[in-house]
């Protein structure tokens, strides 16, 4: 059982919106940063965002993250084909030594 | 570039220890800020976080796992160390060693998991 908690699956069309959400509590989301990878099918995890709302470089704007209190968001706007993938929540806990990922959330472009 | 490749037996018997190692390249463990993680993935599960060790030789475990598990670090070989004891069947996973490169902004510290290894699969079965 993760300690963060997500959606088993969320799903829309091409060029739509979709959001994933990932909620913690004041041991962890509420005191830390909060991280969102993703991983396509048969690969290694990638940083998507980072400090709740950063993009690394090569991440394109259509990515965005946010946080509130004890949970995050993850947008993806103007969906594409490529974008279905496992999506991952983490953070670390509010003593920044133990790592906490959530359930994962799978993206399905209709 | 940073690369990072974990290696290691792919099949393990039940009790036996496992030993993985990360090598790595594009950054020196021995920089301030730099770190390296393992995080393992059950066949069609979530990731799960493993471990971490810091460039001054802090290390840091996972609470349900920190018994079993040991990591180090050569930093002259440019490369970490993991080990898990006792193994079983349902530590059957995919492992990646990651890279952080942690940051301060403002009070709050940035450790996200920058670059990662392609994973290797290590199956317990007798």
């Known amino acids: 059982q993760s300690v963060l908690t997500q959606p088993p699956s969320v799903s829309a069309a091409p060029g739509q919106k979709v959001t994933i959400s990932c909620s913690g509590s004041s041991s962890n989301i509420g005191n830390s940063y909060v991280y969102w990878y993703q991983q396509l099918p048969g690969t290694a995890p990638k940083l998507l965002i980072y400090?709740?709302?950063k993009r690394p470089s090569g991440i394109p704007d259509r990515f965005s993250g946010s946080k509130s209190g004890t949970s995050a968001t993850l947008a993806i706007t103007g969906l594409q084909t490529g974008d279905e993938a496992d999506y991952y929540c983490?953070?670390?806990?509010?003593?920044?030594?133990?790592?906490?990922f959530g359930g994962g959330t799978k993206l399905t472009v209709l | 570039q940073v690369t990072l490749r974990e290696s290691g037996p792919a099949l393990v018997k039940p009790t036996q220890t496992l030993t993985l190692t990360c090598t790595f390249s594009?950054?020196?463990?021995?920089?301030?800020?730099?770190?390296v993680t393992w995080i393992r993935q059950p066949p069609g599960k979530a990731l799960e976080w493993l471990a971490r060790?810091?460039?001054?030789?802090?290390?840091y475990y996972s609470t349900s796992l920190k018994t079993r598990l040991t990591i180090s670090k050569d930093t002259s070989k440019n490369q970490v160390v993991l080990t898990m004891t006792n193994m079983d069947p349902v530590d059957t996973a995919t492992y990646y060693c990651?890279?952080?490169?942690?940051?301060?902004?403002?009070?709050?510290?940035?450790?996200?998991?920058?670059?990662w290894g392609q994973g290797t699969l290590v199956t317990v079965s007798s």
């Open positions: 060790i810091d460039w001054d030789d802090d290390k």
């Open positions: 990651a890279r952080i490169r942690r940051t301060v902004d403002g009070s709050q510290l940035s450790l996200p998991f920058d670059f």
């Open positions: 594009g950054f020196s463990l021995s920089s301030s800020g730099m770190c």
């Open positions: 983490a953070t670390w806990d509010s003593s920044l030594s133990v790592g906490e």
């Open positions: 400090d709740n709302n």
